[in-house]
């Protein structure tokens, strides 16, 4: 996982891979999943999954960072603060936006998200 | 009936000369991907440590036991055959053109395509099931740069280096063959081959080796990338991509039969 989430700044950065997977591993700390960093795919869970494919985003230069359907890609996922307390956790200073369908609107009930339908 | 058979005809040429020229641009670009600096950044530099690593070093026991067993063999033969033709005099340049020129970079690259080569094939056509390629486009991450790249130039340094460890093992056990049949000590044996040896041999076996090499991992990483998105197209992926490899590899080794015969 952390070869993953480092590859963006070592493709369009530069960055050497030691010090790329240096920011990785502190990403991951944030969030308590510093122990999945030497984990394949298959070792790891849904959350965990997300939670590396999000960071992986943080990484890249964009402003925007897009999460679709979060309920699909996290099992078992009932309430949307645990997304937006990873969010916290990472310091994020992108823009972060969830699109997702109405079906799915009770989930963001007491949720400080600024929802748009 | 004439003209549907016609337009049979055409229809298969038209495909295999644009499929022919996709083939040719896709070398094109990996070649030229190849020449530039820029390609070289950190993740492809460490896929590539893998890559040799997974492609050179571990095969290397495997490699070492054929070379013994399957090398000697081979070269004991063909210094029997040459003891009975009467050929001792050419003994040296006989076993430097056999195991320089010929043997060694084909025997290692059949041996490469045969490990790594089937691997690469499975590995870019799950990847390119699975939709990893996609999101590797998606995040603007070079595939040639940080897929592609590292395993060609793998498979050439795999190839040169293995072809070089072959034949210092085959030549070692000619001279155990050179000692049985013509009572020949290890001084002459050893003065034999620096006689017979020239720089043009050196240059076969390292431009042919890269060739191989080359082409070991490219003709794989193409057919996987050609996969249809369904598991079922991996296997026949593999199976097109070994067959079009071998062709490749005895086209290579033909190819520079003639160009030495020149």
Do not use: W
């Amino acid at each position: 996982m952390l070869e993953n989430i480092a590859l963006i700044k070592e493709v369009h950065e530069h960055m050497p891979t030691k010090k790329a997977q240096e920011e990785a591993k502190e990403s991951l700390k944030k969030i308590e999943l510093e122990n999945i960093g030497l984990n394949r795919l298959n070792q790891c869970n849904s959350y965990e999954v997300f939670c590396v494919c999000f960071i992986r985003a943080l990484m890249t230069k964009e402003s925007d960072v897009i999460i679709v359907t979060p309920f699909h890609l996290i099992d078992n996922l009932r309430n949307i603060k645990t997304i937006i307390s990873i969010v916290e956790k990472l310091q994020v200073k992108k823009n972060i936006l969830i699109l997702d369908t109405i079906s799915n609107e009770i989930h963001y009930k007491d949720s400080s998200c600024n929802i748009v339908k | 009936m004439v003209l549907r058979f016609i337009e049979v005809i055409g229809d298969k040429t038209i495909s295999t000369i644009s499929s022919f020229f996709e083939a040719l641009k896709f070398t094109s670009i990996c070649l030229i991907h190849m020449a530039k600096p820029a390609s070289y950044n950190p993740a492809m530099r460490m896929v590539l440590t893998k890559q040799i690593y997974f492609t050179a070093v571990g095969i290397i026991p495997l490699f070492t036991t054929m070379a013994v067993l399957f090398g000697s063999v081979i070269i004991g033969v063909v210094i029997a055959l040459a003891t009975e033709y009467g050929l001792q005099d050419e003994i040296g340049s006989i076993i430097i053109t056999f195991v320089i020129d010929e043997f060694s970079p084909f025997f290692t690259a059949l041996l490469i395509s045969l490990r790594s080569g089937t691997a690469v094939n499975t590995e870019i056509a799950v990847m390119n099931v699975n939709q990893e390629l996609n999101t590797l486009r998606q995040y603007n991450i070079d595939l040639i740069d940080y897929l592609f790249l590292p395993r060609i130039i793998s498979g050439m340094i795999s190839v040169v280096s293995l072809s070089i460890l072959f034949a210092v093992i085959i030549l070692s056990s000619g001279y155990l063959f050179t000692l049985f049949y013509m009572n020949m000590d290890f001084h002459t044996y050893k003065y034999l081959l620096i006689n017979a040896i020239e720089v043009k041999d050196l240059v076969v076996l390292l431009l042919k080796s890269m060739a191989f090499g080359f082409v070991t991992m490219l003709i794989p990483i193409y057919s996987g990338l050609k996969t249809t998105s369904a598991y079922t197209a991996i296997p026949i992926s593999v199976l097109n991509g070994m067959v079009k490899l071998f062709v490749a590899l005895f086209f290579i080794e033909v190819l520079s039969l003639l160009l030495q015969s020149l």
